[in-house]
């Protein structure tokens, strides 16, 4: 199973938290096709790619650990590649981008 599958925040860093909430999510789902529940996703409005940008910016540009980086050349990369990424994808959804690539 790939946790980074999901367009929607897990709200946790720790693995094993985030694969019960995956799981929990899929049941749910599940049991939504089944008629048995409603779907967990409706009405959820569509991500957009320059929100994602925007709440990386906000964390300080967090390393792999989920740590804010200091500041260095690097993160200064960073803050120049945010402002290319928010340009190129201005309003896109992450669904949309995601869909043209798998076209691709």
Same mark, same amino acid.
Do not use: W
């Given at each position: 199973?790939?946790?980074? %599958?999901?367009f929607? =925040? *897990?709200?946790?860093?720790?693995?094993?938290?985030?694969?019960?909430? !995956?799981?929990a999510r899929?049941a749910?789902? /599940?049991? #939504?096709k089944?008629?048995? /529940?409603i779907?967990p996703?409706e009405?959820r409005? @569509?991500?957009? !790619? +320059? $929100? !994602?940008?925007?709440?990386?910016?906000n %964390?300080?540009?967090? %390393?792999?650990r989920?740590?804010?980086? @200091?500041? =260095? @050349? &690097?993160?200064? =990369? *960073?803050?120049? $590649?945010? !402002?290319?990424? =928010?340009?190129?994808f201005?309003?896109? +959804?992450?669904?949309? &981008?995601? #869909?043209r690539?798998? $076209?691709?």
């Open positions: 199973m790939r946790i980074a %599958d999901n929607i =925040s *897990l709200g946790t860093k720790l693995k094993t938290e985030a694969i019960k909430r !995956v799981d899929r749910a789902e /599940a049991a #939504a089944l008629g048995i /529940a779907a996703e009405g409005k @569509p991500l957009q !790619v +320059t $929100a !994602v940008v925007q709440q990386y910016e %964390d300080g540009y967090p %390393d792999k989920g740590n804010a980086r @200091p500041e =260095s @050349p &690097h993160r200064r =990369s *960073l803050k120049d $590649a945010c !402002v290319l990424l =928010s340009k190129f201005k309003g896109a +959804t992450v669904t949309e &981008h995601v #869909a690539m798998c $076209a691709l």
